[in-house]
Antibody, heavy 117, light 110 residues
């Protein structure tokens, strides 16, 4: 059974960037898209974007275009989500999730990113 | 893309039922039968409990059911149990490989 294992917590300064990884442990990425979702403290889930590794097809949430970059390394079965120009509102838990048909079937454990001066 | 609208909270006693609404637009919930529901216990990963409006993944109790009418989807939890206390989020496909989540509903088991 493939599991999605994410990178550990990060503390970043405002204005810097962060790169969070999501590895398909025990298998490959397959044909499924991987989505990124975040949850800021006290807030709900926010869909950020997705990548289909096999085709490289990328989609970003409109408000995050230019701020988020999602990439895939099929050789290591790892998806990356990079967020630039960090501000305090980017403090959140970031989840990757494997898409099956049109829903998010399997989720990573989450990665906490804290933006602090 | 605006978030789908859910009530902030819902509650019921053990054994009772609770229904959560999820209101979108004719461009998401109303257009596609691709509404899913996720159960989220804080500090853990969200868990898929309903997909394609009313389908249950393997292992999800049949106490959880989903439906949709026009631009509003609903999740019903029947026979509430203490472990059902969690946050619940709906999500809809919104076209062109985009998704949108609901605002979330905190379910309390009294």
């Amino acid at each position: 059974q493939v599991q999605l294992v994410q990178s550990g917590p990060e503390v970043k300064k405002p204005g810097s960037s962060v790169k969070v990884s999501c590895k398909a442990s025990g298998g490959t990425l397959g044909n499924n898209a991987i989505n990124w979702v975040r949850q800021a403290p006290g807030q709900g889930l926010q869909w950020m974007g997705r990548i289909t590794p096999i085709s490289g097809t990328l989609t970003y949430e409109l408000k995050l275009q230019g701020k988020v970059t999602i990439t895939a390394d099929e050789s290591t079965a790892t998806i990356y989500m990079e967020l630039n120009s960090l501000n305090f509102h980017d403090t959140a838990v970031y989840f990757c999730a494997r898409e099956e048909r049109v829903h998010l079937e399997q989720w990573g454990q989450g990665s906490l990113v804290t933006v602090s001066s | 893309q605006s978030a789908l609208t859910q009530p902030p909270s819902a509650s019921g006693s053990p054994g009772q039922s609770v229904t959560i609404s999820c209101t979108g637009t004719s461009s998401d919930v109303g257009l596609y039968n691709y509404v899913s529901w996720y159960q989220h216990h804080p500090g853990t990963a969200p868990k898929l409990i309903i997909y394609e409006v009313s389908e249950r993944p393997s292992g999800v109790p049949d106490r959880f059911s989903g439906s949709k009418s026009a631009n509003t989807a609903s999740l019903t939890v029947s026979g509430l149990q203490p472990e059902d206390e969690a946050d619940y989020y709906c999500s809809s496909y919104a076209g062109s490989n985009n998704y949108v989540f609901g605002t979330g509903t905190k379910v309390t088991v009294l």
